[in-house]
């Protein structure tokens, strides 16, 4: 079982759309959550990075961890063609190195 | 205003010919990080520094090796490069020792093999 899981995709949805990403895992340590987009042929962007169960929103996008249930996901409200991309969570604890998952490919329709 | 900037964007090298890929931050922080992403497969950790200290993955060839000369600057040294090497190289940066941990990630440098 890998420590990280998170469903490939692809995902298409129409614009506007809410948009439900998520990721379990196995590894209760785990402390630290981030969600990366990545756009094609580029580097993963940090887009919300959360240390604690419950919810975090910036603008259009909510990160929401649950340790109690080792699940973790990202909500995108008024999705856009823009955000078009591949999206990468990531966690960690103390000084050890980020476990990837193997990311979500989604397309956002017109 | 970039934080972490690699170079070059993109590199073409002949097969078993060494390559050197650069890194640079302007973030101060301490943890730099080397990663290998093939196509549509999550980044692969290959070795990180935390200050100077070295910390190389079990599963990363001997074909890669790495310099930090300074907290700024990292390289990734690949002395044989093979067909299989080519990919995205992924250079990130943190800062362990904080409640803000995140990692932050450069552009990428990628390789191609001919």
């Known amino acids: 079982q890998k420590e990280v899981e998170q469903d490939p995709g692809p995902l298409s949805v129409p614009e506007g759309a809410i948009v439900s990403l998520n990721c379990t895992y196995s590894n209760s340590a785990f402390q630290y959550f981030m969600w990366y987009r990545q756009y094609s042929r580029k580097g993963p962007e940090l887009l919300m990075y959360?240390?604690?169960?419950g919810n975090k929103e910036d603008g259009r996008f909510t990160a929401q961890v649950d340790k109690s249930s080792k699940y973790i996901s990202l909500f995108i409200r008024d999705s856009q063609p823009s955000d078009s991309a591949t999206y990468l969570c990531a966690m960690k604890f103390g000084n050890e190195k980020l476990t990837f998952g193997t990311g979500t490919r989604l397309t956002i329709i017109p | 205003d970039a934080m972490v900037i690699q170079n070059p964007r993109y590199q073409v090298t002949q097969f078993g010919k060494p390559v050197t890929l650069s890194c640079s931050q302007t973030?101060?922080?301490?943890?730099m990080y080397w990663y290998q992403q093939k196509s549509s497969q999550a980044p692969k950790l290959l070795f990180h520094y935390y200050d100077k200290d070295f910390n190389n993955e079990a599963d990363t060839p001997d074909n890669f090796q790495s310099r930090r000369p300074n907290t700024s600057f990292c390289f990734l040294d690949i002395r044989s490069p093979g067909l299989g090497d080519a990919a995205m190289y992924l250079c990130?940066?943190?800062?362990?020792?904080?409640?803000?941990?995140?990692?932050?990630f450069g552009q990428g440098t990628r390789l191609t093999v001919v």
């Open positions: 990130a940066t943190s800062r362990v020792g904080s409640v803000n941990t995140e990692a932050f």
């Open positions: 959360t240390y604690s169960s």
């Open positions: 973030l101060n922080h301490n943890v």
